[in-house]
């Protein structure tokens, strides 16, 4: 599976933003999808987590109930729409996939990444 992170960029505090993972490969729509973030001199952070068909997800306390983390399988794509926008988010979002198991969040779980992509929100 390869993957292509985009939608990143900066906005406000309050502000909302949408960014999405297109992926390539036949996989896809078999694998649990996952976005992380990284922080300047932070670890890697899990975000968020949703099933092969989308019915299953699962978020980190800092962002639940602000964003929501989906995928269209007939698109290869995941999405993460972040609404309520703090400057705590700033951070380059990575896409994830997870070859064979459940939700998780340990990014030692996830088997391909994406490239990453910059949020930055002002205060």
């Known amino acids: 599976v390869q993957l292509q992170a985009s939608g990143g960029g900066l906005v406000q505090a309050g502000g909302s933003l949408r960014l999405s993972c297109a992926a390539s490969?036949?996989?896809?729509?078999?694998?649990?999808m996952g976005w992380f973030r990284q922080a300047p001199g932070k670890e890697r952070e899990f975000v968020a987590a949703v099933s092969w068909r989308g019915g299953s997800t699962y978020y980190a306390d800092s962002v639940k109930g602000r964003f929501a983390i989906s995928r269209d399988n007939a698109k290869n794509t995941v999405y993460l729409q972040m609404n309520s926008l703090k400057p705590e988010d700033t951070a380059v979002y990575y896409c994830?996939?997870?070859?064979?198991?459940?939700?998780?969040?340990?990014?030692?779980?996830?088997?391909?990444w994406g490239q990453g992509t910059q949020v930055t929100v002002s205060s």
């Open positions: 490969g036949r996989t896809f729509s078999t694998s649990v």
């Open positions: 994830a996939a997870r070859g064979s198991g459940w939700l998780a969040s340990s990014s030692s779980d996830y088997d391909y």
